[in-house]
C-alpha cells in the first residue's frame, strides 16, 4: 500500500534534513528488512559512521525487547534504527534512550501537535495506550562504548498494530490524518543529535528539564514488577537513567529495567 505522498525514498528527505550528521553516513531504505536494528548493527561492526540508518516499509522480524517481537506491517509505521557512537561513560549508554523518547515525543508534537509522552524508559504513549517503542542495543569496545543502535517503532497509521493490541496501542491516524512520515523522520533526527549533543555535555542534567515536561511517569503512581514487586511514587531519574521509585514505607528505590507500570497507562488501574 505504498503511496507516493508518504514516501520514505531518501531523495525525498534528504534534501530536507537539518543535521550535521544525524541520518547521513550510510543510508538504506528497505522496503523490506528482518530487523532495522539487526542490519544497522551490522554496519556498525563494519565501521559505518555515526549517524547512519536503516529504515524500511515493514520488518518480517521486528524486535521488542526481552525477546518480544514488533508489529511493523507494511507502510503503517515508521520502523527505523539509527547508528550513534556517542562520547559517554558506558554506564550512561542507558540515558541513550530516554533521549531517543524525548527525541521523538518532540518529533511526534512539533509535526502533529499531538501530545506524546513519555513513559520510562522506552514508550511513548498518547492518552495511555502506546504509540512508539524503543529498543537499544549496545556495543562495547576497549574503551567503552564502541556503538549503540537505537530502533524506534512509531505508529503512524492504524494498520500498525493488530486488533488484539487496541486496548494498549494506538497511531497517529487514530488521532487525525496522518502526516507524511519523512516529515516525523526529518524532525526527530534533528531533535535526535541535539539531544545526544546535550547529553554528551551535561549528562541527564542537561535534557532533565525538557524530559520531565513530557513523561507521564515522573510524579505518577507506578507499579515495578522485577525481582521484588511494589507500589510506589516515581520521583526522579538518576545520572545513569535509572528511575528513582519511593514505596509506601518511605524507601527509595532505583529501578533500573523492569517492567514498570504507570497507573492510568496502557491498563493498568
Ligand atoms: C519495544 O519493546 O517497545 C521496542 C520496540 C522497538 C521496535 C523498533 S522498530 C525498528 C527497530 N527494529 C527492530 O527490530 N525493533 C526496533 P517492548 O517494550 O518489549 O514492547 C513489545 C510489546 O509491544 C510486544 O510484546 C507487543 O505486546 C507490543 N507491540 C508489538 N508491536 C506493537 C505495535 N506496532 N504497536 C504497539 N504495541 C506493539
Redesign the pocket.
Known amino acids: 500500500m505504498s503511496n507516493h505522498h508518504d514516501s520514505l525514498l531518501a531523495e525525498g528527505w534528504l534534501p530536507l534534513l537539518t543535521t550535521r550528521y544525524m541520518g547521513r553516513g550510510q543510508v538504506q531504505v528497505l522496503h523490506e528488512a528482518t ?4 542490519l544497522l548493527k551490522q554496519m556498525a561492526l563494519s565501521g559505518a559512521p555515526a549517524g547512519s540508518l536503516c529504515l524500511c516499509e515493514t ?1 518480517t ?6 525477546g ?5 506491517p507494511a507502510g503503517q ?1 515508521l ?3 539509527v547508528l550513534l557512537r556517542p562520547r559517554i561513560q558506558p554506564e550512561q549508554a542507558p540515558l541513550v534512550t530516554l533521549c531517543a523518547a524525548l527525541a521523538m515525543a518532540q518529533a511526534v508534537n512539533e509535526v502533529t501537535g499531538l501530545d506524546a509522552r513519555i513513559k520510562w524508559p ?2 511513548l504513549v498518547l492518552e495511555g495506550k ?6 537499544l542495543e549496545i556495543g562495547f569496545g576497549g574503551e567503552g562504548i564502541d556503538y549503540i543502535v537505537v ?3 512509531l ?1 503512524v497509521r492504524r494498520g ?2 493488530p486488533a488484539e ?1 487496541a486496548h ?4 497517529i491516524e487514530d488521532h487525525m490524518a496522518p502526516p507524511a512520515r519523512r516529515e516525523l523522520l526529518v524532525r526527530y533526527l534533528a531533535a535526535l543529535e541535539e539531544t545526544i549533543a546535550r547529553l554528551e555535555q551535561g549528562g541527564f542534567a542537561a535534557i532533565a528539564q525538557d524530559y520531565r515536561a513530557r513523561s507521564c511517569t515522573l510524579g505518577s503512581t507506578v507499579k515495578v514488577s522485577g525481582s521484588e514487586d511494589f507500589t510506589g511514587t516515581a520521583e526522579d531519574i538518576d545520572e545513569t537513567g535509572a528511575l528513582l521509585v519511593r514505596d509506601e514505607s518511605g524507601t527509595l528505590h532505583r529501578v533500573l529495567a523492569g517492567d514498570v507500570s504507570v497507573r492510568g497507562v496502557m491498563g493498568y488501574v
Open positions: 530487523s532495522t536494528n539487526t520488518q522480524a521486528g524486535k521488542g525487547r526481552l518480544r517481537g514488533w508489529h511493523s509505521g520502523w527505523l534504527s522506552n514508550d502506546k504509540l512508539c517503542g524503543i529498543l530502533g524506534t517503532g505508529n500498525a498494530y493490541l494498549q496501542a494506538t497511531s
